[in-house]
């Protein structure tokens, strides 16, 4: 009796041909207990009854092997275990002959199988990629059934506003492409090469060109007035607010006036006076009452005539008693004589002096000279508030130059 066992104990892999001479079976036991060690019974015992790991994965089993001894258990050889236990086939490959391979048709692109024929991103060759909506057919980037090629990008002719039944004829201005044919929606008329509603456009109102002017809008394809506004001349006007059809065409609101629901009305704060709103607390012409005009320089302070701070009403204008001379410190008294008022008091200008109710410079006033009733008797003059003589004398000229004149004063 011959027994030939191949054991690959490293791996985990037990595999032994069947002598054809063995016919006791001893080449199981001994396999089972290489594989299996203490837990070897089970194994043998199986095999003694032609079935068992030893006749799924061992020396007993069909050749070629179908499947493999891994950690103690009988795995199929397949994609998990391609060749040896746990060595997996993926990015699409599949185990063929004990080696992960891709499928025919199939290449290997960045280390995962890909169908150059249908795939999108590596059409006929590695890495070429189908874009702008085309898809892999054959190995070549086409666009699908129904599409045209326009410029390098799939195009739907039959409805793309952009390429209507042609690539590049573009629908424009509102119109959409049917059946491949730029059309106007439903409602609506090309008018100059743009879809309008003739019922509702007021640029094109019942007609092409027919345009709605003076503020009528397009209503089921006529001219209307809109809601709350009536036709005046011509021009629609909300009679409620407009300021010259105030409650009725052609009634025009007052200066200062609004027109509030219909009525000509004049703003929080201000009263109608003869057609024009005025601020009866702050108005001049009317001051508390319509009519009621505040005196010259007189302003109005919440509704009554008042002077300005520093002045006083005096005869029905506002005067300043303290530099009036017309009113100086009371209204009425009057600074005459030459005198001016000053702080209230008439008085005279400097260097003059109040003599006999009249300002007069005692330096040079033949008649108050240096005080008042003093008189120089003639041919005496004042001068310097003296009463002095005076000598007028001529002196010789040169040749060519005129004569000079000069005054002797003098006192005695």
Request: proline share 5%; glycine share 16%.
């Amino acid at each position: 009796m011959r027994l030939i066992n191949l054991l690959f104990l490293a791996t985990g892999i037990s595999i032994a041909a069947a002598h054809p001479e063995d016919k006791s079976h001893n080449h199981c036991e001994k396999w089972c207990v290489a594989s299996f060690g203490p837990l070897s019974v089970g194994c043998i015992a199986l095999a003694s009854k032609g079935k068992g790991p030893c006749y799924e994965c061992g020396p007993a089993a069909t050749q070629p092997l179908s499947k493999l001894l891994c950690n103690k258990n009988c795995v199929p050889i397949g994609n998990q275990h391609c060749g040896g236990c746990g060595i997996t086939c993926g990015n699409g490959k599949s185990c063929l002959g004990g080696r992960c391979v891709c499928p025919a048709g199939s290449a290997i692109c960045s280390g995962t199988c890909k169908n150059l024929r249908s795939d999108n991103e590596n059409c006929g060759a590695c890495g070429t990629a189908c874009g702008k909506g085309k898809i892999c057919f054959g190995g070549k980037c086409i666009c699908p059934p129904g599409q045209i090629d326009c410029s390098g990008s799939c195009q739907i002719l039959w409805n793309d506003e952009n390429n209507c039944g042609a690539c590049g004829a573009s629908c424009g201005s509102g119109k959409a492409c049917h059946g491949g044919r730029c059309v106007c929606p439903g409602g609506s008329t090309s008018c100059s090469g743009t879809c309008k509603n003739l019922r509702k456009d007021s640029e094109n109102c019942g007609g092409c060109g027919k345009a709605c002017s003076n503020g009528n809008i397009c209503d089921d394809g006529r001219c209307v007035c809109p809601a709350g506004s009536v036709n005046c001349s011509g021009a629609c006007k909300n009679l409620k607010s407009d300021n010259l059809n105030c409650g009725a065409c052609g009634k025009a609101c007052g200066n200062g006036q609004t027109c509030v629901d219909g009525v000509c009305a004049c703003p929080s704060g201000s009263t109608g006076c003869s057609g024009n709103c005025k601020n009866l607390q702050t108005d001049i012409a009317n001051c508390g009452t319509c009519g009621k005009a505040c005196a010259p320089g007189q302003t109005c302070q919440n509704g009554q005539c008042e002077c300005p701070p520093g002045s006083t009403l005096c005869s029905g204008t506002c005067k300043n008693l303290l530099n009036d001379n017309n009113n100086c410190g009371t209204c009425g008294v009057v600074c005459g004589d030459g005198r001016t008022c000053q702080n209230g008091k008439c008085e005279c200008p400097p260097g003059t002096t109040l003599c006999a109710g009249a300002c007069r410079s005692l330096q040079i006033d033949n008649s108050h000279c240096g005080a008042c009733g003093i008189i120089c008797p003639s041919p005496k003059i004042c001068q310097d508030g003296q009463c002095m003589w005076t000598v007028v004398r001529w002196w010789p000229s040169l040749p060519g130059r005129p004569m000079c004149m000069y005054t002797i004063w003098w006192s005695m």
